[in-house]
């Protein structure tokens, strides 16, 4: 069969990139997905993907190498291994950043057109939101924003209580300031998910133009004569060839894209030939810049039913499935982080350094303790704009091995300082009415844990990624030399060879990446079909958005 684009993942980007090629601009396409369908109903449902995180056929488990700064310990990276890639199996929140965030990639690309002005309309004009229709909003876009449909009463009190802790109430984190405590805004419309594959990618599929392989990992680019030519695969045990007339378009996310690169001979030429792999072209920033967000947990027990401990067993589940199934309400339609915080811990009326997120049970990874689940309440605060830098290497020229992870937590030492600060509010508040009066006690840190020497052991022991990796393939520059990527997203030494996933930032946002991941993927079908988007320009565009 004849194609004109591979696109390797079928993720976030991958599935707006396939869907938009084949669906608006009639292109044929492949599109190869590690991970099998998205057929589980838990998908569907908003609060099924907590069932789903712990699941090996839905997540790569990817460890990282022992981190030194905190005491060797190799936190996981999970990622989504699915059709649709995070957007199945995240929580859901709708979150772009701060405007400062893409003035950021403007600056360090020397391109405009990745400033927010230049952005906004793409968010917007995806959009289809169910509250807000305005300069910072759109509706009849294909990617369903909504507000919750049900959210508990530990939500409601952290939200009173971080107003009575100095926070004003924000009802838009997306809008005129990110600052302020307020529930989040979901991928969820009449009670369902709403992934990149329903968005984006299955209405291309009955099209007929877009063909999707699930449980397919791809193991290399075919570089012929300068150009990618097509991919390898591995197929039920089988290596096979798929080729294409246009392009190859890397959507694997910043793990799995510098791997495919590397074992491509695409990348840091001493370290390919560590593993007797024939460079091709030298760009020795692949899988360089790693960036994660890291969120540091405080953790209540409560002295009440309060939050969703038991809900998924007994007759708890049945009452709350009947109550899905028959009205689409109640705890199912839940994404499980109903409400959160943006601030800074230094200066609360200043720009927000923290994400702080509000999870109505006691959430913590298995290898961190072995603390027993009961009624309480997590929260979470994330470092927004970390400093810290890591980076993916290869553990061999086996395609089938997981790469070296190396985050590098908390080697900009302000990224414990501010996670410390995160900690010390978080406890503000929970000291505050009405979320004291449903509280029993403080278990992690603990209530005699209070100089900055134990919360800085607290976070050494239960600092996580937030599940947002980017970087490794960062555009820039053309003069930069560690820039892997053109601004238009090409492959710099590779004709015909794009990255369109997170990979591709040059820095992360200030929040949760899913939504900023779509833009890149929407400018890069732009840029693929040379068909620029009129508005994009914003010629009438207000001045930039404050960010606190």
Known sequence: MSRDYIVVGGGTAGCLVAGKLAGEHGARVLVIEAGPSDKNPLIRMPAGFVKLLGVEKYMWFYKSVPQQRLGG?????PQGRVLGGGSSVNAMVYMRGQPADYERWAETTGDAQWGYESLLPYFTGMEDNDRLN???????????VSDLRHISELSRAFVLAAQAAGLPHNGDFNGVSQRGVGAYQVNVRDGKRCSAVDAFLRPAMKTGRAEVKTGCLVHSVIVENGHAAGVRYLENGTVREARCDAEVILAAGAIATPKALMLSGIGPAD????????????????????????ETPVVALCNGPYGYFGHDRGWR?????LEYLLNGTGPVTSNGVEAGAFFDPDDLSGTPKIQ?????????DKDHTDQKASFGITLNSCVAR????GSIRLASADPGEQPLIDPNYFADPEDLRLSIGGVRHAREILAQEPLRSMIASEVFPGPDKVSDEDLAAHARRFVKTVYHPVGTCRMGHDDDADAVLSTDLKVRGVERLRVVDASAMPSIVSGNTNAAVLVIA????EFITGRARQSAANPVAAPLLQTA
Do not use: M
């Not at 310990?73 to 990276?77: A, L, Q």
């Not at 929407?522 to 079908?525: F, G, P, Q, T, Y």
């Open 73 to 77: 310990r190799t936190p996981i990276v």
């Open 134 to 144: 305005d300069r910072f909003h759109g509706v009849g876009g294909p990617w369903k």
């Open 271 to 294: 370290h390919l030939a560590e593993h007797g792999i024939k460079t091709l072209v030298d760009l020795p920033g692949v899988g360089s810049n790693l960036q994660d967000h890291t």
């Open 317 to 321: 589940q049945i009452r709350n499935g």
């Open 356 to 364: 702080q997120f509000c999870v109505p049970s006691v959430y913590l």
């Open 386 to 389: 970390p400093g810290s830098r």
């Open 522 to 525: 929407d400018k890069a079908v």
